[in-house]
Every structure is written in C-alpha cells, then in structure tokens.
C-alpha cells in the first residue's frame, strides 16, 4: 500500500472511531431505547421588580414523572443497562464501571446490614458520585428523583429473583414463590441506621490520634503512607473489575466530604469494593 493511501487508511479509521465515541456520549446524555419522560415548562411567578425591570422572568424546566421506568431509561439506562445489570452501551467507555444494581453491592449506605434506605439511593441520584462518571442530577424533582430509586428498588429485587430461580433449575432444586420471596425481602430491607459518634471538634491530640490509627488500622497500605492512593494498587471490585484506593489528598469523595459522611466510609467500608467495614473500632471516649 502506497504512504499516502495508508495515511488517508489511517485518517478515516480514526474519524470512524470518534464517531462511534460521539455517538455513545451522545446516548449517555441523551438516553436512548424508550419513550422520553414527558417535560413542561412553566413560568416561575415574578418576585419584587422594579418598574425600571422589563425582563421575563427566567422558565422553569420540571420534570413530571410518568413512570420511575421511563425516566431510568431516558437518563441511566445508557450506562447501567435497560436491566440495571450495568451493560449499557456506553458501559465499555467509562471508568470506573457503571453499577450493577441487580447484584445489589452499593456503596454508599447508613445501614448495618450494607442495604441502602431509601435516602441512600436517593443522595446518589441526586449528588452523583464524584470522581466517577456518574453525574449529579440537580434538575430532577424530588418526585422524579423518588421515582427513579424506586425502580433501581425494583431492578435489584428481579437481579435477586432471576438468580435464585437460575441457582435451583441448575442445581435441580425446587425452590417455591414464597421461599424466593423471603428471601427477596430478606436482602433488600435496610438494617438499623448506623448514626455517627459524637465527632467533636478536631484537636492536635485528636490528629495524632487519627494518624496513629491510620497506620496501625490497615489504611496506609492501600491509601498510602501520605494518602495519596499511591499503596496497594492490585485490586479488584466484586465483580472483578480493577479499582484502586482513594487519593484522600485530593478532596474528591464518591459520598458527601462532611465528617459524619467520612465516619461512614470508615465504619461500614464500602460494599463491592476493598474498603472494609471498621466497626470493630471502638468509639472516642
């Protein structure tokens, strides 16, 4: 092949390649594969004005959810799958990896028993996860936001469902409705709230307390000695894809950066990541 014909080879892959990109990003921000929620736009009644002030008043977009179903799939379906099983289309070009909510490993919660209350799932929805590619949703209606949790609800109950069935016909058990039921309800009902110690205000002994625990507690060798995330850097998620440890110096938390949010993170670990629960750590006295 001549050297300008591999160039122009070579150029038109790559334009092929942005593309199918463009296309995918597009899918991300845009939805795809189901009727768009139904918007309206409705005026927001004019404050105090001047005579002077002839400006419109500025409209309001909201949001009216039909369905939690339809709103899933105009906004999240494209990354986390129309199943929730995180296989959407533009799952293959994100970092870290959309959540699969049928396997029910979410990171952040409140709760003892590593299941999220309805608050939990709403405070993602509507903060998204800094530092990943889920975004925050700061247009929704608390209705809207509402309804969408509920459906990732419904999604997770039919991962479980699907799999128990799939479990006994493989293993040639027979398993009944109200057994698979049980247990359904069993691994999505939320434990006690875990509520945050007394955190106090932080004191120079306090700090060196802190440092002292994070050495000896198991902290440096992932996060690092100053940490910078730069430890233990093999890892894997449960569903074995690669993660690696959080750059604390850099501010950027998946949850909330306020201290009881940080108390969290430390105390009940993160599901479906390295991060442990701490628990067995006793409380300041």
């Known amino acids: 092949m001549k050297p300008d014909r591999r160039r122009r080879t070579a150029i038109s892959r790559g334009f092929a390649t942005a593309t199918i990109l463009l296309t995918v990003i597009v899918a991300c921000l845009t ?116 309804v969408i949790a509920e459906h990732i609800g419904k999604l997770r109950r039919e991962g479980i469902r699907d799999s128990l069935l799939a479990e006994a016909k493989e293993s040639g058990d027979e398993i009944s409705d109200a057994d698979v039921q049980e247990t359904v309800d069993l691994l999505t009902t939320p434990g006690d709230v875990v509520e945050a110690v007394d955190l106090g205000k932080p004191t120079n002994e306090s700090v060196a307390r802190g440092k002292e625990l994070y050495t000896k507690k198991a902290c440096a060798p992932c996060h690092g000695a100053t940490g910078k995330g730069d430890g233990q850097q093999q890892m894997v998620d449960a569903e074995g894809l690669p993660t690696r440890p959080r750059d604390l110096t850099r501010g950027i938390f998946k949850g909330d950066p306020d201290a009881v949010s940080v108390w969290r993170r430390i105390s009940l670990g993160m599901p479906g990541t390295p991060m442990p629960s701490s628990q067995n750590l006793t409380a300041p006295t």
């Open 31 to 146: 939805g795809c594969g189901s009727k768009p929620a139904s918007t309206h736009q409705s005026e927001v009644a004019p404050t105090t004005k001047s005579a002077e002030d002839k400006s419109p008043a500025a409209p309001l977009v909201e949001i009216t959810p039909a369905t939690g179903a339809d709103l899933y799939a105009q906004h999240c379906a494209a990354c986390h799958g129309p199943k929730g099983d995180g296989q959407g289309l533009a799952a293959q070009f994100v970092f870290p990896k959309p959540r699969d909510f049928r396997s029910g490993r979410f990171r952040l919660v409140s709760t003892s028993n590593g299941v999220p209350t309805p608050d939990d799932m709403r405070a993602v929805i509507r903060r998204g996860m800094p530092g990943s590619s889920m975004p925050p949703w700061p247009q929704f209606s608390d209705d809207a936001v509402k």
